[in-house]
T-cell receptor, first 114, second 119 residues
Framework: DSGVTQTPKHLITATGQRVTLRCSPR?????VYWYQQSLDQGLQFLIQ???????AKGNILERFSAQQFPDLHSELNLSSLELGDSALYFC?????????????FGSGTQLSVL | AQTVTQSQPEMSVQEAETVTLSCTYD???????LFWYKQPPSRQMILVIR??????QNATENRFSVNFQKAAKSFSLKISDSQLGDTAMYFC????????????????FGPGTSLSVIP
């Protein structure tokens, strides 16, 4: 168990809908990362938050948004869903241990858009 | 922009044998970290090993070791005494080191190598 909690584990929805994925980082971790893993695109970085602020942005679609709350949990919002958004969405959190950052991953949310 | 390449989409190895997975990366940075992550059929992402670019000594974690060639921008993973539980997708990853202790950059992943350990 990595200590990173993602809910829900599975999500099935229809095209055009909006969903929210939730992530609770490891205790003490201030950074949260979101990744999308699809069969043809591999692991794609979406966005990173550090202590409530957006720190880095990847190839995140405008239909997607995220935020990190004061209690450090994070939510990834996906709207106007398309079939191609079906993927495994990972959240990861990190701690700087003095010799380099390590990413600890949650078990992911499998999103299926029908 | 940094890129990570894994040229072996699939590999197999006999149980108890040794296998080496290749990874190359492209960066103009001098200070960074490299990682190998493992994703078994459960799809959980598990950190296998980490290397700091400023260290010349290759990292080792039990049966897992790396061959880090900074000038060649090569970072291969050697798995010794392969076990059935090593069957997984292996991802090589790169992260630029930040300028502040808690300010780091995103981790860039390679496309992965699917490793099968054969009994």
């Amino acid at each position: 168990d990595s200590g990173v909690t993602q809910t829900p584990k599975h999500l099935i929805t229809a095209t055009g809908q909006r969903v929210t994925l939730r992530c609770s980082p490891r205790s003490g971790d201030l950074s949260v990362y979101w990744y999308q893993q699809s069969l043809d695109q591999g692991l794609q970085f979406l966005i990173q938050y550090y202590n409530g602020e957006e720190r880095a942005k990847g190839n995140i679609l405008e239909r997607f948004s995220a935020q990190q709350f004061p209690d450090l949990h994070s939510e990834l919002n996906l709207s106007s869903l398309e079939l191609g958004d079906s993927a495994l969405y990972f959240c990861a959190s990190s701690v700087a241990d003095g010799v380099g950052e390590k990413l600890f991953f949650g078990s992911g949310t499998q999103l299926s858009v029908l | 922009a940094q890129t990570v390449t894994q040229s072996q989409p699939e590999m197999s190895v006999q149980e108890a044998e040794t296998v080496t997975l290749s990874c190359t990366y492209d960066t103009s940075e001098s200070n960074y970290y490299l990682f190998w992550y493992k994703q078994p059929p459960s799809r959980q992402m598990i950190l296998v090993i980490r290397q700091e670019a400023y260290k010349q000594q290759n990292a080792t974690e039990n049966r897992f070791s790396v061959n880090f060639q900074k000038a060649a921008k090569s970072f291969s993973l050697k798995i010794s005494d392969s076990q059935l539980g090593d069957t997984a997708m292996y991802f090589c990853a790169f992260m630029k080191r930040g300028t502040m202790k808690t300010s780091y950059d995103k981790v860039i992943f390679g496309p992965g190598t699917s490793l099968s350990v054969i009994p």
